[in-house]
């Protein structure tokens, strides 16, 4: 029988109270809204600043004594806080209750998070949790009261509770901690049926939380581990997957495959063979696909699955011939029109990779002929003229101005395909390429023409420029960068709106989170779109330094901006001044572009800082662990932990001293200095190894044709991506007159 897990329990707690204090941690200047004080004293606004800035920065100390004295109940709320987290218990619990409506609710959260530091379960157990409260905090208190009737020993009302919590919130951060305590009251009141079936649930749906196993032990112990069918057990495999548990995940399934049928066992071998490929270890998945493909009694669509995965397998081993060949097996087979597709694409870019661009031209045309409205019809019209292009560079003898001018009507057609938007940019630049080679200078003008006026943010129209990425030497924002403008009135309903009452509030005095989270409950109860609306929600989400929700909002409210215009104030909720203070003392520290970082963090993550990659790489920089670890003994930061790189301080910094490593490496090559800024970016998504062969294999001699060659697509479109967004970011908020200073070729590296 398992015993009680208390030091489990009250790791979870303190973590999840720690990813708290650490979002209010976030320094910023906050936007102190006019009119947001509270009856029956009002707070100076000076004050105001003073407390909101003590709060942002966890100085506790301070905004205990700037909050002291006033019978303000928004200045007692920041006073209760403040003693909460100085961990002065006693005194919360002793202090008088906030009677004001709008922050009542908060004040008893915080008396039943002290209640429960405290271990004082009676007094937890006496508060009435308020329906007013944002779901978050009443998750947190319900879970903390359900705990109080545990340690209490009062099981069967704790195992009320508990099953009540799990109906109430449904896949809760705390739910596998609920399934332990109720797995424990089951067995302890000797009911082993019901404990196993918690057990099989924490098996089933909760891989990452079950460090120890131990539902599985009790499972096996139990006699019901060999019940749970295999389709349950390979979703909880490639959840593991998911979390980039690699390890664990290849052991369960090899412990797996021991015992399941020989039926099972290809649908083990290939879920095998994905991880190995995820984890990119292509000649283990390459071993794995020939050895299934040997077996003659393999059916048609494992057949089709392996021959996949064996062809990618030995592409991206550099075998490409072989890979070739492979897809070439397939397209002769029963396969499906989305795989057929799919299939002349990828031997389509394999070709161009590898200058075989006549055969690329065939791919490209087919898919135009076969698959005129699919999926990759504008890709398809751009990789043929692309092709078609480097085919005419690579033979002189063929490179007519008949021959030009009918790659010129393939990149006409692109801007008027359905989703040609992203292409619509680099076929006007090449255009423009093109009418230079034949001496079209009308239409030379009218491409440039078109990129500095209608998309003079996107990558290629820094091509144009002589110096195209000198602005990267520029490390000074403006002395007065822009800021996101208040509207000249907010709608009178959304003063109405109790949430909208405590957002104002809240983030007058730097509460951060518990602004965002009164956001979201206005967000969930506006039934009726207002026009200012969105420019209002925009507002708040970069007052409480919400910049990953800021980015999601911008996607779904407003049109995604194609050029610099003063009057476009979307651009500053798409290229947000994020973390802005530790972005600049990272740079400072590395003499590294603060734009660079800017536009780094923003294509690796949308400033979300503690997403996880399919690779593993984590937070705001995804960085993996293992480099990160490395740069963490680089750096004599002993305080380096797995989870701490969700922390913004520490992801940022480490990300900008990889970069001044990756700046430090490129001066081997022998290229040009536009050239490195490419080559650092490019590596630091693909890796140095995949650089140091792209420049030994490539055409190094011009920018342009080096970027549109890289043969990894995603690494293609990385650089594209991050070079605009650091250059939107420099147009937005650098000091122009810094970069005019500095020598025109200069680039720090």
Same mark, same amino acid.
């Given at each position: ?47 105001? =600043? ?12 301070? &905004? ?14 920041? *006073? ?6 100085? /961990? ?7 202090? /008088? ?32 949790? #308020? ?32 099953? %009540? ?93 021991? #015992? ?31 050895? /299934? ?46 795989? #057929? ?31 005129? *409205? ?9 990789? =043929? ?11 002189? %003898? ?17 801007? *008027?395909?359905? =989703? ?7 076929? $006007? ?53 822009? #800021? ?44 009726? +779109? ?7 929600? &925009? ?28 009057? =476009? ?8 001044? &994020? ?10 520290? $590395? ?114 044709? +080096? ?43």
């Amino acid at each position: 029988m398992p015993q009680n897990k208390p030091m489990i329990l009250r790791h979870y707690v303190l973590g999840s109270l720690f990813l708290l204090s650490l979002a209010l941690n976030l320094s910023c200047t906050p936007i102190v809204p006019e009119g947001v004080v509270s009856e029956p004293t009002k707070i100076q606004k000076v004050q105001l =600043d003073k407390i909101s800035a003590a709060v942002v920065e966890s100085n506790w100390n301070q &905004a205990l004594k700037l909050s002291s004295g006033h019978t303000n109940p928004l200045a007692r709320l920041v *006073n209760i806080r403040a003693l909460y987290e100085l /961990k002065r218990y006693d005194e919360v619990l002793g202090a /008088k209750s906030i009677s004001d409506k709008r922050f009542a609710p908060y004040d008893l959260f915080l008396r039943g998070l002290s209640a429960f530091e405290a271990k004082r379960w009676d007094q937890l157990l006496d508060i009435k949790v #308020r329906s007013d409260l944002p779901r978050p905090l009443r998750e947190r208190l319900e879970f903390f009261q359900a705990t109080a009737l545990y340690e209490k020993k009062e099981l069967e009302e704790a195992k009320t509770a508990f099953e %009540k919590f799990l109906r109430t919130y449904r896949a809760s951060g705390f739910e596998s901690e609920v399934l332990f305590r109720l797995a424990d009251i089951e067995w302890s009141l000797g009911n082993q049926k019901e404990g196993l079936e918690v057990y099989e649930r924490i098996y089933k749906f909760h891989p990452l939380d079950d460090a120890e196993d131990l539902a599985k032990q009790q499972l096996q112990n139990g006699g019901r581990f060999d019940t749970i069918d295999t389709d349950t057990h390979i979703s909880r495999i490639q959840k593991l997957q998911r979390a980039a548990l690699f390890g664990r995940a290849e052991a369960e399934l090899a412990d797996l495959r021991e #015992r399941s049928s020989p039926e099972q066992q290809n649908r083990l071998d290939f879920a095998m063979a994905q991880i190995l490929f995820g984890q990119r270890k292509y000649s283990q998945s390459e071993k794995l696909a020939r050895k /299934k493909l040997e077996d003659k009694d393999l059916d048609s669509n494992s057949q089709i699955q392996w021959q996949e995965l064996l062809a990618s397998s030995l592409i991206r081993q550099g075998q490409t011939e072989e890979g070739q060949g492979a897809f070439e097996d397939l397209l002769k087979k029963d396969i499906s029109p989305q795989l #057929r597709e799919t299939i002349l694409y990828r031997l389509g870019s394999i070709a161009v990779d590898y200058d075989e661009f006549a055969s690329a031209q065939k791919y490209f045309k087919e898919l135009q002929n076969s698959f005129g *409205n699919g999926r990759y019809v504008e890709s398809a019209h751009w990789f =043929d003229a692309w092709a078609s292009y480097r085919e005419l560079q690579t033979e002189p %003898k063929r490179a007519s101005k008949k021959n030009y001018r009918g790659i010129l009507k393939t990149l006409e057609a692109i801007p *008027n395909l359905p =989703d040609s938007r992203n292409f619509t940019p680099q076929s $006007f630049y090449w255009q423009h390429k093109i009418a230079q080679i034949i001496r079209d200078k009308k239409l030379s003008d009218e491409m440039t023409q078109n990129l500095s006026k209608d998309w003079n943010i996107s990558f290629y129209s820094l091509l144009i420029k002589e110096n195209p990425f000198s602005f990267l030497n520029a490390h000074k924002l403006k002395t007065n960068p822009p #800021r996101i403008k208040k509207s000249d009135g907010i709608n009178e309903s959304f003063r109405r709106e109790l949430s909208w009452q405590r957002l104002e509030a809240f983030r007058s005095v730097g509460l951060l989170v518990w602004g965002k989270m009164e956001l979201d409950i206005f967000l969930a109860n506006s039934r009726k +779109f207002d026009p200012t609306l969105s420019k209002e929600v &925009a507002e708040r989400l970069a007052s409480v330094e919400d910049w990953y929700d800021l980015l999601k909002w911008a996607d779904q409210n407003f049109d995604r901006p194609q050029r610099l215009s003063q009057k =476009d104030e979307s651009l500053l909720f798409y290229f947000p001044l &994020a973390y802005k203070d530790i972005v600049q003392k990272a740079a400072k520290e $590395f003499h590294v572009s603060p734009f660079l970082i800017w536009g780094i963090m923003r294509e690796e993550s949308r400033f979300e800082v503690d997403v996880v990659s399919r690779a593993g790489a984590m937070g705001l920089m995804q960085l993996l662990p293992s480099l990160a670890q490395n740069l963490s003994r680089d750096l004599s930061d002993s305080s380096f932990s797995k989870p701490s790189l969700a922390d913004p301080r520490k992801n940022i910094r480490y990300g900008a001293y990889y970069l001044h490593q990756l700046q430090k490496q490129m001066n081997k090559f022998k290229v040009s200095d536009e050239l490195k800024t490419v080559l650092m970016i490019a590596s630091y998504n693909a890796g140095v190894d995949a650089v140091s062969k792209w420049v030994k294999d490539k055409d190094t001699s011009q920018v342009d044709v +080096f970027v549109e060659s890289i043969s990894f697509l995603e690494t293609r479109q990385y650089v594209k991506r991050v070079l605009q967004s650091a250059y939107t970011y420099y147009q937005l908020y650098g000091d122009h007159d810094e970069e005019v200073a500095r020598t025109k070729s200069e680039i720090n590296l």
